[in-house]
């Protein structure tokens, strides 16, 4: 069946690169995306990256899949305060369902 | 005003009652998702509803119903609430011509059940 896998937990200082890790099992997965969940409040769509690219960047964030590892990661440049929060990736396994990662905690310490 | 809300956004119930937790939107998506999140279990699929007369299973149905009333609504149901069905319920939408197939999510209404 279908499985996402994301470590729990990042810890990382004010102004450093995050990188948040994801491992899918659906080669046709069409889209993969990030979500980012504050606290108390929905999943909120960070990016998505359709799945015949290898890169995508937009403004501090970039993510790179790997389609041979089934590997996503999300890199956050200059990490701020405010980018605390839980992340999800993602896969599309046909008909706009989802299947999520557990989420990882990305606690950014000033 | 958001796109997508969800009544109640809290609600406390005890063992053995029936609720129903509602689902509205305003971006005239056809597609609409029920989901539940537990710590640590990420997001797991309820049911899901392509349009109008549409409605199908999702990984977690069991003790769940959903009823689609209108493109713009979507409701679940617990029929007997069971304190395992605790947790934090998110509705979402999404579009076929949506970029990226994105879904867009509600806030989320946190369910207690003792």
């Known amino acids: 069946g279908e499985d996402v896998e994301q470590s729990l937990f990042l810890s990382v200082r004010e102004g450093d690169s995050s990188v948040i890790n994801c491992t899918y099992t659906d080669s046709s997965s069409t889209y993969l995306y990030w979500y980012k969940q504050e606290p108390g409040a929905g999943l909120q769509l960070l990016t998505y990256?359709?799945?015949?690219?290898d890169m995508k960047q937009d403004q501090r964030l970039t993510v790179l899949l790997n389609k041979k590892d089934k590997h996503l990661s999300l890199r956050i440049a200059d990490t701020q305060t405010g980018d605390s929060a839980i992340y999800f990736c993602a896969e599309s396994i046909g008909g706009n369902k989802l299947v999520f990662g557990a989420g990882t905690i990305l606690r950014v310490k000033s | 005003d958001a796109d997508v809300t969800q009544t109640p956004r809290n609600r406390i119930t005890k063992t053995g009652k029936r609720i129903m937790l509602e689902c509205s939107q305003t971006k005239g998506h056809d597609r609409m998702y029920w989901y539940r999140q537990d710590p640590g279990l990420g997001l797991r699929l309820i049911y899901y509803?392509?349009?109008?007369?549409?409605?199908n299973k999702g990984e977690i149905s069991d003790g769940y119903s959903v009823s689609r009333q209108a493109q713009a609504k979507f409701s679940l149901s617990l029929e007997s609430a069971i304190p395992n069905q605790t947790a934090l319920y998110f509705c979402?939408?999404?579009?076929?011509?949506?970029?990226?197939?994105?879904?867009?999510f509600g806030p989320g209404t946190r369910l207690l059940v003792l």
């Open positions: 509803s392509f349009d109008v007369k549409d409605i």
């Open positions: 990256i359709f799945s015949n690219m």
């Open positions: 979402a939408t999404s579009d076929l011509a949506s970029v990226g197939e994105t879904q867009y």
